[in-house]
């Protein structure tokens, strides 16, 4: 637990000083009955609700400017491309980013991972060249490899993962070789929470292997700081909709030599600099990866949803959620047919478990029934699921506004189920 000494020279706990239950007051959703119940919403892996500020920003670009970008033809085009650049920028500052234009706006994680797999690895491998993909990926991370690698002739193998979840990095050290030209591993894992030790994994990566890293960030932003350039990695990829921004928007970050060699992925309006019949030119970064008019108010939610989150004392943020971990964990305690599902030495916001003899879809629709938000099945992580020979988890995430209450509410509600069931 972190602390910080106060004035009077007195050591107070940052929990004390961060309160959920103040970050509550900005989410209008959470303040609802659902099945006749208060609403405890545990499925942030899945979305994050957005706070009032998020919402006014959509509200106030609708009714007060409105306009498409980059067009430079009146006011309110100008207001709009100015609060979209900046929306930009913000993203590159939450990232480190070395450049502004190294930041792609994109309609997510998927649209993100698809985009390198299609401009960067179509032209970058070719048969007998290897793909890393670890085990614990959403499907996000796995599907658009396969087809890279069905288009080249490249292989896709799958990184192991120990028995707690962790990517195991002795086999790891075993798979790097010069044929290997990329690895593709998330910063946090959707289904089980294991964070993965990317500052000890890139450089072992970048010591035996030309690969380029691709790390797919979804899970992590909302929870930790992420310095791109730190990291090292090549490739970083995230969804506005759980870093408590909108559906719809989302965005790559590229290192600037990759992307400047990586040719265009989609056709159409924004990414050209001159279209004839003799030839088309590309425009330049980012633009040449955005074809056609862009989410742009999605954009400057994104930005606004950014700014709640810096905010906030981010260590304390770390706290409260490893706080809402360590308590189910000792509530779980009382539950001898629940099993946690996954162990690793780090694990972000992610309670993750089965209770014997009981279908994770039952349990999801009994704790739905008691106003207990979980989401239940295979996360889109099939093959983390295969490795522990499971069909699925109950998943019960959490984030900045869930507070020791809703972890109380989560296991009162499973005792009812064990009833039940
Ligand atoms: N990568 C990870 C690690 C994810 O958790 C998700 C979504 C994605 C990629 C895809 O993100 P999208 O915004 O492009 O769809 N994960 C989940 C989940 O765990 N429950 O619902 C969606």
Same mark, same amino acid.
């Given at each position: ?22 970050? $509550? ?35 106030? #670009? %609708? ?24 929306? +930009? ?17 994109? $309609? ?9 797999? %299609?401009?960067?690895? $179509? ?68 289904? &089980? ?30 929870? #930790? ?59 330049? !970064? ?21 700014? #709640? ?14 706080? &809402? ?40 629709? !009994? ?7 979980? +989401? ?10 295969? +490795? ?9 995430? #959490? ?23």
């Amino acid at each position: 637990m972190s602390s910080v000494v106060n004035k009077a020279g007195e050591t107070n706990s940052v929990e004390k000083a961060f309160s959920a239950e103040d970050i $509550r007051k900005d989410f209008p959703i959470l303040h609802q009955q659902v099945n006749g119940h208060p609403l405890v919403y545990l499925d942030n892996a899945a979305t994050t609700q957005k706070p009032q500020a998020v919402i006014d920003t959509l509200t106030t #670009y %609708y009714t007060q400017y409105n306009s498409n970008v980059h067009r430079g033809a009146h006011a309110l085009s100008d207001r709009a491309t100015v609060a979209f650049e900046n929306a +930009r920028k913000t993203v590159a500052g939450f990232l480190n980013a070395n450049k502004v234009e190294e930041v792609i706006w994109t $309609r997510g994680t998927t649209e993100a991972i698809n985009l390198v797999a %299609y401009s960067w690895a $179509r032209h970058n491998l070719k048969a007998g060249d290897q793909l890393l993909v670890s085990w614990l990926e959403h499907h996000s991370n796995i599907v658009p490899w396969q087809m890279a690698a069905e288009a080249s002739g490249a292989e896709v193998i799958g990184m192991p993962v120990t028995e707690a979840g962790d990517i195991d990095l002795a086999a790891l050290k075993e798979l790097l070789n010069p044929r290997v030209k990329l690895v593709a591993l998330n910063h946090v894992s959707n289904a &089980l929470g294991t964070v993965n030790p990317l500052e000890d994994i890139i450089p072992l990566v970048k010591a035996e292997t030309p690969a380029v890293v691709m790390v797919d960030g979804a899970q992590a932003l909302a929870h #930790y700081p992420v310095d791109v350039q730190k990291l090292a990695c090549d490739f970083y990829a995230f969804s506005g909709h759980k870093l408590f921004g909108p559906t719809g928007i989302g965005a790559l970050w590229g290192r600037e030599d990759l992307l400047e060699a990586m040719p265009p992925w989609q056709g159409g309006g924004e990414m050209i600099e001159r279209v004839s019949f003799a030839g088309t030119t590309f425009n330049t !970064l980012p633009f040449k990866f955005e074809a056609g008019t862009p989410d742009i108010a999605g954009a400057i939610a994104q930005a606004a949803a950014i700014d #709640y989150l810096q905010a906030l004392d981010r260590e304390a943020v770390i706290a409260h959620e490893n706080e &809402l971990l360590a308590y189910s964990l000792e509530l779980a305690q009382g539950f001898p047919r629940l099993h946690k599902i996954g162990t690793a030495k780090k694990v972000a916001a992610v309670f993750s478990f089965n209770l014997d003899g009981a279908h994770p879809a039952d349990v999801g629709m !009994l704790l739905d029934q008691q106003g207990v938000a979980v +989401r239940t099945g295979h996360h889109c992580a099939q093959p983390i699921m295969e +490795r522990f020979g499971i069909p699925g988890t109950v998943r019960a995430s #959490y984030s900045i506004y869930n507070t020791r209450d809703d972890v109380k509410r989560l296991f009162s509600a499973l005792e009812k189920v064990q009833g039940f069931l």
